[in-house]
């Protein structure tokens, strides 16, 4: 496969000094959008081009879309600056519901604790929140801070993967954010690329981008008057010729599962293969959970492969072999950690010797898997990532101790 238009300019050995990115593929022509069935009662709140909401920030274009909730570039008229609204279906806000008790004060305790501290500036900061009363109920209204596109998409600009002292870059800022979110007592839970959104340059980025795109109204329910409105990206606004990529920011967001430490939302947290080890045994857990989950997806950025892939003889995922590739790369399971864990998950997964109770299979190592990196970098990585991934969550090093690792020490702020 040939290198794409940006790769064939950029090398790893360049990129620390001027990275230069071309022209980025343009967004897809047509994409999927939330679709009608959602602007139901307790669903979506039916959002127009041109509506201002709690009397000042006025909706000019719509920038995407979730499961439970619609974004879009509004300006504050008062003081003419945008900002990225989200607006929740009717449903998820409630009474005790997860967001009343735990986003929206996880949101705000982040926002105001320690704005001083180094990993602020990689945090999705809540700046105004308010509820709005539409057809479909009432919904909650968020307001941050206009970000460019996810690091899910953000790989897509690289056939095989962008350079690693980009990733390396983002994995540095990664752990300043997750040093401040923990100091605050909070997990994130679910650190995963559509989780890590990329920060535009500066904001002179968004009056090109709505000068060079319109609104398009893909459908509208004659019932109802609803319009579907397509997403418009900033993605192929971000870079003048010449901008350097080790400037590129990125910020921790969607705090929807987020939990105290003294206070979780859930127990059953992360995604499948970026869980922990405690999460699948039902054991205490905390801040260090995040600290497997990125572990886990730090070589997932680098090689564009995941870490584990849990998969049975018959290709189907499956928790205990999963368990299973943990113990062949990183050891067997403490007796400690069993102790706390959900005696059925331990019964279900392992034998009376403490293994798990599978027939043995063979896991690729980390040298094998991480060989075509040169070797001292190697050596570094490995060293990096297995301080991440400990099985033992009291012997996980913090974001912190992290920052100090020889792969992770590089100065990206004064770049």
Request: with cysteine.
């Amino acid at each position: 496969m040939s290198d794409s238009p940006i790769e064939s300019k950029i090398s790893d050995e360049k990129i620390n000094n001027e990275a230069t990115m071309l022209t980025p593929p343009a967004s897809p022509a047509f994409q999927f959008e939330e679709g009608h069935a959602v602007y139901q009662k307790d669903g979506f709140h039916p959002v127009n081009i041109g509506e201002v909401y709690n009397g000042k920030y006025k909706v000019l274009r719509k920038l995407g879309y979730g499961n439970y909730s619609t974004v879009w570039l509004v300006q504050n008229e008062l003081d003419k600056k945008y900002w990225a609204m989200k607006v929740y279906s009717g449903g998820v806000y409630g009474a005790g519901s997860a967001i009343e008790e735990f986003e929206l004060k996880v949101l705000k305790h982040l926002r105001d604790a320690d704005p001083s501290h180094d990993g602020y500036e990689y945090i999705s900061i809540l700046h105004d929140s308010f509820k709005h009363q539409g057809p479909n109920g009432e919904h909650h209204c968020f307001i941050f801070k206009v970000k460019g596109e996810s690091l899910q998409s953000f790989v897509s600009w690289w056939d095989r993967r962008p350079p690693i002292p980009i990733i390396r870059n983002f994995v540095n800022q990664l752990l300043y954010a997750l040093d401040y979110t923990h100091s605050c007592g909070i997990v994130h839970t679910d650190i995963k690329p559509d989780n890590i959104m990329i920060q535009i340059p500066d904001d002179s980025i968004i009056s090109e981008y709505l000068e060079k795109t319109s609104v398009k109204v893909l459908s509208q329910d004659p019932t109802t008057d609803y319009q579907i409105i397509q997403s418009t990206s900033l993605r192929e606004f971000y870079f003048a010729e010449g901008f350097n990529l080790m400037k590129l920011k990125i910020a921790l967001s969607d705090w929807t599962t987020s939990s105290f430490t003294s206070n979780h939302l859930i127990e059953f947290i992360q995604s499948d293969l970026l869980r922990a080890p405690e999460v699948f045994l039902a054991a205490p857990w905390d801040t260090s959970a995040d600290i497997w989950n990125l572990g886990a997806l730090v070589p997932e950025l680098i090689y564009n492969q995941n870490m584990f892939s849990g998969r049975d003889p018959n290709r189907k995922y499956n928790e205990v072999r999963h368990l299973q590739e943990m113990e062949n790369l990183f050891g067997l399971f403490p007796r400690s950690l069993l102790d706390k864990a959900c005696p059925e998950n331990v019964e279900t997964g392992f034998g009376e010797d403490g293994k798990i109770s599978l027939p043995e299979t063979t896991t690729v190592g980390l040298e094998v898997r991480f060989g075509d990196m040169e070797e001292s970098e190697r050596a570094e990585f490995i060293e990096f990532v297995r301080a991440m991934l400990v099985i033992d969550p009291e012997k996980r090093k913090s974001a912190k101790e992290l920052q100090e690792m020889k792969w992770a020490v590089h100065d990206f702020r004064d770049k």
